[in-house]
């Protein structure tokens, strides 16, 4: 379709990989870059340039969507592309960098002549690759209509907010919810053992009741299981409670419950389960 934008997709890891599929799969010109190639490659086959350089792969696009693990692998990959950066293209910045990490790449859109679009998502693996994302954006009304196609492809829902930061903001708040909510269940499973019952019971006894939900069963059930395999990483849990304890703070919020899962999420990658999903929380309790 001629009248798609050309999208060059920096990062493919975990929730990139799917997002790149979709959007190359409504037909959108896409090209796609990642740190490690062979991450990379497999899209080829779903239709994506592949590219060696992040110069290389935003030559021309129109959209340049960055969907990397914090604000310095952003910040670095980006200026590592600008050489290649097409005057006022607009810049879809999905990956969670907390409040001053948006601030920070703001300010270097600006200094790059990018259209800076904060637009950070609701969801892990299994959402990305279906298309079934939730996404926050926040950014100039001019870009909106630019910008709605890859949107759509990535995702069932999207929400606009009115500035810059604000999407950053809102989903900071959600993801203190499903920090807290994962921390939660292993710690009630942790509890149900140590008592001397068999955790499952806790599972069965609020299935379908208001105490239920669906990250209850599927955490749950997964931590019993000994499943692991990442869906949302340990790694990025914790940067992320990082981000949200920092933000509460320079807010001036006392937020004791979100501090203590930090410290959790915290002590369970040091222990080495970085790399594994955050359910793996409950190996360290």
């Known amino acids: 379709m001629t009248d798609q934008p050309t999208v060059a997709l920096l990062g ?10 979709n959007i190359a799969g409504v037909g959108i010109p896409l090209r796609v870059w990642n740190r490690s190639r062979e991450k990379a490659q497999p899209l080829a086959d779903a239709g994506a340039t592949v590219c060696s350089t992040p110069a290389e792969a935003v030559e021309g696009a129109d959209i340049v969507l960055t969907m990397l693990f ?26 969670t960098v907390g409040i001053a990490g948006c601030d920070t790449l703001a300010a270097l859109a600006e200094e790059l002549g990018l259209r800076y679009v904060d637009a950070p998502v609701l969801g892990t693996k299994k959402p990305a690759e279906e298309g079934a994302l939730v996404v926050l954006a926040a950014g100039p009304e001019e870009v909106r209509d630019l910008v709605a196609p890859v949107l759509e492809a990535v995702g069932s829902r999207i929400t606009w907010l009115d500035a810059v930061g604000e999407a950053t903001r809102l989903k900071l708040v959600a993801n203190s919810w499903v920090l ?21 019971r806790f599972l069965d006894v609020v299935k379908g009741g208001a105490m239920d939900a669906p990250y209850v069963q599927l955490k749950g059930s997964a931590m019993l299981a000994g499943e692991f395999a990442a869906a949302f990483g340990l790694d990025g849990a914790a940067k992320d409670a990082e981000l949200i304890v920092e933000a509460a703070k320079a807010a001036g919020a006392d937020l004791a419950v979100i501090e203590a899962v930090r410290d959790h999420y915290l002590r369970a990658r040091e222990a080495g389960h970085g790399g594994q999903d955050l359910s793996a929380t409950y190996l360290e309790h």
């Open 12 to 21: 493919t890891g975990i929730m990139g990989a799917g997002m790149a599929r």
């Open 70 to 95: 914090d604000t310095e692998a952003v910040a670095s990959t980006v200026r590592e592309a600008a050489p290649g950066l097409k005057q006022d293209a607009v810049w879809l910045q999905m990956a």
């Open 180 to 200: 807290t909510v994962v921390e939660g269940i292993a710690e009630s499973l942790t509890l149900a053992k140590v008592l001397g019952l068999d955790p499952q």
